[in-house]
């Protein structure tokens, strides 16, 4: 059974940094894109990031690129979103998501999420 | 970026009805078209990829259908556990984009 779980959120203060964690288990991690997708308290999904089964490409949305970095080590099947320069509008329940083997594909599995509250 | 619409933005129906949502996609697509169900305080589930294929473990009156830029999620019969939001996502190039979203509740 494919199993996602994130970790690392909780409340920042604007221009601040927080790092994400996505711990996966039950298929083969190497093999597959990773996405990270996010949902502003009562609004709808908004992709956030995508990274390639080996690490070589990624891609960000444009209200994060410059700011967000993602990364995975797939010795330690995790995924992770660092997060800087947060502002207000970043406050969001981030979720990870399996891809396929190749960037354009389906979320198939999702972690349960992780808030992430930005505000002083 | 490609744009997806939704309609309705919500809906009331009553059990056993037939229900059917639309997407719009704001160019083709072709059939990269995926359908998700988002129960309240609950992470999204995949119910429909390719437009039209179901995916496993998805009850068989949820369907999907269209290609190109019109698409289609219907329920054929709706029960108390499809209260959920519905959302359609493109996938057919970067950035993926999801659809506003459409509330479905009993009546």
């Known amino acids: 059974e494919v199993q996602l779980l994130e970790s690392g959120g909780g409340l920042v203060q604007p221009g601040g940094s927080l790092r994400l964690s996505c711990a996966a288990s039950?298929?083969?991690?190497?093999?597959?894109?990773m996405n990270w997708v996010r949902q502003a308290p009562g609004k709808g999904l908004e992709w956030v990031s995508t990274i390639t089964s080996s690490g070589g490409s990624t891609d960000f949305a444009d209200s994060v690129k410059g700011r967000f970095t993602v990364s995975r080590d797939n010795s330690k099947n995790t995924l992770y979103l660092q997060m800087n320069n947060l502002r207000a509008e970043d406050t969001a329940v981030y979720y990870c998501a399996k891809g396929g083997p190749t960037t354009l594909s389906s979320f198939d599995s999702w972690g349960q999420g992780t808030l992430v509250t930005v505000s002083s | 970026d490609i744009q997806m619409t939704q309609s309705p933005s919500s809906l009331s129906a009553s059990i056993g009805d037939r229900v059917t949502i639309t997407c719009q996609a704001s160019q083709d697509i072709s059939k990269y078209l995926n359908w998700y169900q988002q129960k309240p305080g609950k992470a999204p589930k995949l119910l429909i990829y390719?437009?039209?294929n179901l995916e496993t473990g998805v009850p068989s009156r949820f369907s999907g259908g269209g290609s190109e830029t019109d698409f289609t999620l219907t329920i054929s019969s709706l029960q108390p556990e499809d209260i959920a939001t519905y959302y359609c996502?493109?996938?057919?190039?970067?950035?993926?984009?999801f659809g506003p979203g459409t509330k479905v509740d009993i009546k």
């Open positions: 996502q493109q996938y057919d190039s970067l950035p993926f984009t």
């Open positions: 039950g298929f083969r991690f190497s093999d597959y894109a």
């Open positions: 390719d437009a039209f």
